[in-house]
């Protein structure tokens, strides 16, 4: 069971920043992928970052420039450093952990999921 707790979302004005955070109780696997994802309201859940097992990064095209994802491994802490918010990033973002080795982190299966952070970016 691995257990996902974000933070860092808020109100921002477009062109700003935020820096998400999501610490994992643990992680004992050595194969596995962390990613980001978000669900606009009324809109369906996509991937935003990720980033696996063998610090393979990947983006989605939509944030591809303006977003960093990194992680402390020391801390079991995935981090999302968002720039250039636009207002179309508004969303709940919610980190993801899935177990194993996947090809594409964005389009693992997800096992554990955290309760989900609001980021609202006003024009």
């Known amino acids: 069971q691995v257990h996902l707790v974000e933070s860092g979302g808020g109100s921002v004005q477009a062109g700003g920043s935020l820096r998400l955070s999501c610490t994992a109780s643990?992680?004992?696997?050595?194969?596995?992928?962390l990613g980001w994802f978000r669900q606009p309201p009324g809109k369906e859940r996509e991937g935003v970052a990720a980033?696996?097992?063998?610090?393979?990064?990947t983006y989605g095209n939509s944030v591809k420039g303006r977003f960093t994802i990194s992680l402390d491994n020391a801390n079991n802490t995935l981090y999302l450093q968002m720039d250039s918010l636009k207002p179309e990033d508004t969303a709940t973002y919610y980190c993801?952990?899935?177990?194993?080795?996947?090809?594409?982190?964005?389009?693992?299966?997800?096992?554990?999921w955290g309760q989900g952070t609001q980021v609202t970016v006003s024009s």
């Open positions: 980033i696996d097992g063998d610090a393979k990064i």
């Open positions: 643990s992680n004992s696997y050595s194969m596995y992928c």
């Open positions: 993801a952990f899935a177990r194993g080795w996947w090809a594409g982190c964005l389009n693992a299966i997800y096992n554990y």
